[in-house]
């Protein structure tokens, strides 16, 4: 069966880094678009980031662009979220998603109703 499972969360200080996993399996990995959603308390959730099947490309928020870098490694079926100088409000549960999306990434990825998702992870930055 298909199985998204993330790894890395946790509690951080403003200003740190964090690095989200998302180990995939049960579909054709090399395939599909992976992104990266969050969901904070009280309000809807977003699309952060995503990374394309077919180029590799990339697409980001405007909230975390400069900050966040998504990467996919086909070979081991994982997808990554590299977070810099996180910020408060960047607390959340962040959930790695996967859809048939070919194309260059845009934004307008993030705006997809993804098939996979993984069951999330809480990311929490504060002092």
């Known amino acids: 069966q298909v199985q998204l499972v993330e790894s890395g969360g946790g509690l951080v200080q403003p200003g740190k880094s964090l690095r989200l996993s998302c180990a995939a399996s049960?579909?054709?990995?090399?395939?599909?678009?992976l992104g990266w959603f969050r969901q904070a308390p009280g309000k809807e959730r977003e699309g952060v980031a995503c990374v394309s099947s077919t180029d590799s490309s990339t697409a980001y928020a405007d909230s975390v662009k400069g900050r966040f870098t998504i990467s996919r490694d086909n070979a081991k079926k994982m997808v990554y979220l590299q977070m810099d100088n996180l910020k408060p409000e960047d607390t959340a549960v962040y959930y790695c998603?996967?859809?048939?999306?070919?194309?260059?990434?845009?934004?307008?990825?993030?705006?997809?109703?993804?098939?996979?998702w993984g069951q999330g992870i809480q990311v929490t930055v504060s002092s």
């Open positions: 049960g579909f054709a990995f090399d395939y599909y678009t």
């Open positions: 998603a996967a859809d048939a999306i070919w194309g260059t990434a845009t934004t307008e990825f993030l705006n997809r109703r993804y098939a996979y």
